[in-house]
């Protein structure tokens, strides 16, 4: 049987980032993961801000791996047709207190290395956002926040890793295991694996994988869910700015912002629950969502809202990330990534590499760079190109040819989720009331749970 | 070149097919109607079991029947039909000019009028804020719809949320699947469709509840059960492997929304004045878009009438100005026309719905002066006509609502 250098157990945004940067020097690397495809558990959810680490903690590794994640971000999106939707912040004082706040929020911004940020009046809000509630005190500015493309990177990064060998197992859960001093036996649903080397991705499962195989977790997960609400395009012509509250020691807080998308976006709430599976959406919490956006920008009163969607986020009993090498077990832990994950999931790739190979060999000098189909709404998308079939989703103005690329290629779409994150069908205002049938046509015998149900006999 | 035509109307279902054949039958010029899907009739093309086609032609017919006839009719009298063809924006500055993409491309046409009939869907699982997991199983009607017309099951023992006619037309589609719905339930006290309607549900063996609503949804990879909130507060868990979710029109507004015509916030489509004319006197709406929801033959009837004043309107012979401003009340969900012009013959009737089930008496208001109606029993699903108000001294505000 094959010997992995490394298995990384989770096709999350941290574990398609470690195994792309393990391939990328020349690592063999078998992916594990349990669900039918990738970014189905935590990084699934989450607001696609490109953060710049402006208000994490000075000196932490959470900073330095989101700043270094960025930079890579920047660096090779366009190489790989990843969007950048530029944007900026403004994190917004609305109460005496939160004003008095700015200030050391913009020191601890130019400590963190992010030198052009600036505190603007209530003057200068209203130039970048007419809309916006006048009931703003200040704003820090923060010129480097942006948006991306949530799904799309992660894909590209598990593509890069499979065209450079890595062995992508989905559906694979690690029931088990043993390190024999120099290799991991690792059992799953799908039958036995093993690597020189286990790399813990596991997200909300990252404390019960180390209890699963090495005995012991150093720290506990405590999911903490977060509710969003995504509002119909048109509340997109009301904002540009991401728009941040001034962040609590729990939580970054409520964030207005747009998507890629096109549309825009309220959320996350943070709720703390004991439940790692279950990710339910609430009526309460969605129509205080939906309260608090339209008091900061009253233009939402007249929108829809397009749809709702909830996620985990693997928060753990402190606020740091959980990243711990076991060397003479040859494990490494990447746990405790919440939000700022997606922008730090290419940095912590590197650090983790580091951490397994401190001479830091080069890459490979040649690198295979998927090219990733277009989902933002300010780049020209699939449409607009003739020979496309059929429009099959009309709201998201997905065609036939980007539903069958997407069930095709290296990493198919494996389940309805995996297939709504690479093309956005049915992710729209209608959700599928028009298209859902007709994507139920043309996936047959393509999914796990397929959209249909047998006929009775 | 950029092609020109003289009117561009967008959808074809019953509205858009009906007011084809008429400004083709009022010498219109040349009439092109794009529809986005792969086939003309809209809604009516996925109802298999409801009568239509009296009212158009003579005869009753089932719901693709339906549908092709409205086509032909159309494309016998010369409207240009042009499938698979979705309008991606509307230009208003100037000459208005749509930019449409097919599978061959992506095009610009020049219309001199456009006629927005974009018809209606049902509110979201989303949209209506449903608490719970989010797995396969839950969709609209006109999703299930879709499923049966190609003879695809999304579940075997729904639920069935909503009481309207179109909750009805979901029991109906699920039977012709094969599957057997666990139970119907209604958030209202008492249905929404008529009594007289009420008795297929008792017919088929599906109970129905009132006052209920769902308090959570379980299931991780598809929907396994639902908890169930009942009208005297007490709770209820009820297995079933789907929701059908029915009713809660909204139009389908977001071209006109995009092109940045008024909209009016209690319909959710255009504001339009009695001669179907949105806030650009270019662009004129008609059918659900208007409305959310009438019947195919209502919307039939009503473009039939709209296309009558476009057709005017292409020698500029229709009024300006507006007189009037028509607003909803106190429980009243919505009035169209929303606009009102003085002189011409536009459509005579106000159509009203109410927010809720409730007997009262209707009041008018203009300018402080008020004309009392008498009391009338209203219902959220079913159309209430008034007189349009005599404008000869009228203008301003006209608010009508309800009085105990």
Redesign the interface.
Known sequence: MRVADIAVIGAGAVGCAVARRFALHGASVLVLEKEADLLSGASKANSAILHTGFDAPPGSLELACMQEGYAEYLDIRGQMNLPLLETGAMVIAWTEAELAALGPIADQARANGIGDVRLISPAEIASHEPHLSGRALGALLVPGEHIIDPWSPFLAYLLQAKAHDAEIAFSSEVTGGAFDGEIWTLQTSTGERRAKTVINCAGLYGDAIDKLLLGAADFEIRPRKGQFV?F???AADFLRTIILPVPTERTKGVVLCRTAFGNVLVGPTAEEQKDR???????AS??ELVRRAIDMLPPLK?I???????GLRPATEEKHYRIAAKPERQWITVGGIRSTGMTAALGIARHVYRMYDSSAAPPLPEQHLPLMPNLAEHLPRD?????????VC??E?VTRREIEAALSGPLPARD?GGLRRRTRCAMG??????C???I??LTRGYFE?P???D??A | MIEVCDVLIIGAGPAGLAAAARLKQLGAGRVIVVERETAAGGVPRHCRHSPFGMREFRRVLGGPAYARALAERATNMGAEIRLGTTVVGIERNGDLAVALTSDTGVRRLKPKRILLATGTREKTRAARFLTGDRPLGILNTGALQSYAEKGLAPFRRPLILGSELVALSSLLTCRGLGARPVMMIEERPAPLARASFMFLPRLLGVPVRCGVRIADIHGQKRVEGVRLVLADGSEMDLACDGIAISGHFTPEASLARAAGLEIDPGTGGPVIDQFGRTSDARIFAAGNLLHPVETAGWCWAEARRLAGFLAISLSDQLPEGTVASVHPGPGIAYVVPQRLVRGGTGLKQLQLRATEPVRGRLATEDKGKRTLSRRRALFPERRLLLPVPDLTQAGGNIVIGIED
């Open positions: 995504v119909d395009k048109a599976v279950r990710a339910t959406t609430d009526e969605l129509r007249d829809g809202v397009t749809a709702v969607y909830a449409w607009s190109q003739a020979g496309y079939g059929e429009m009309h709201c103005l309805f205002r209608c959700q599928g009331f028009g859902h049938a007709r139920a046509e749970t959209l249909t149900i006929p009775v």
